[in-house]
């Protein structure tokens, strides 16, 4: 028999398409869920909200705070904190430390919504704000939130004010 006549003769011994396969069939239990492919099910994922609460217990907990007087000590502590953003290698654990004696100055300290618009303070906090360390992260974040609600009640009472002052020309 030749070569040629090989696959006729394995098409005539096929079974014909009308024949019923079992179908194979996967129970669900089987199958792995897309969620558990991307993430392996014992790892625990924590809001970064938790993440910077958990905080307590931080080595940066023993900084002082660094006394921050009038607005030339608002300038210099967001000099300090945009220097030490910046600070990489070696100088990096000295400037966080400096960041966080800042910060805890900052959040003793009332600062005024018209030193934050003079000053630009809070820039240079929101950069400390996306750093990795959660207590220091959390000393940013906190202070922003402040001041934020400061920012916001300044601004209805300046809005009451300025109601009241055209009902009064009326």
């Known amino acids: 028999s030749s070569a040629a006549s090989r696959p ?18 996967l129970s669900p239990a089987k199958a792995p869920s897309r969620r558990s492919t991307k993430r392996p099910p014992s790892r625990e994922t924590v809001s970064p909200t938790k993440r910077r609460c958990a905080a307590p217990g931080s080595v940066w907990e023993a900084c002082e705070k660094r006394e921050v007087p009038g607005v030339e000590g608002l300038r210099e502590a967001r000099d300090a904190l945009e220097a030490g953003h910046m600070a990489q290698g070696v100088t990096a654990p000295k400037a966080e430390k400096e960041a966080v004696s800042w910060l805890k100055g900052l959040a003793a300290r009332e600062v005024s919504i018209e030193d934050l618009k003079r000053t630009m303070i809070g820039q240079a906090v929101n950069l400390w704000r996306k750093h990795t360390d959660p207590y220091i992260s959390g000393l940013a974040f906190a ?24 009902e009064l020309l009326v």
């Open 8 to 25: 006729s003769q394995i098409l005539e011994e096929t079974p014909p398409a009308t024949t019923s396969r079992p179908a194979l069939v």
């Open 143 to 166: 202070l922003l939130r402040d001041w934020k609600a400061a920012w916001k009640v300044a601004e209805e009472q300046r809005k009451l004010a300025g109601r009241e002052c055209t």
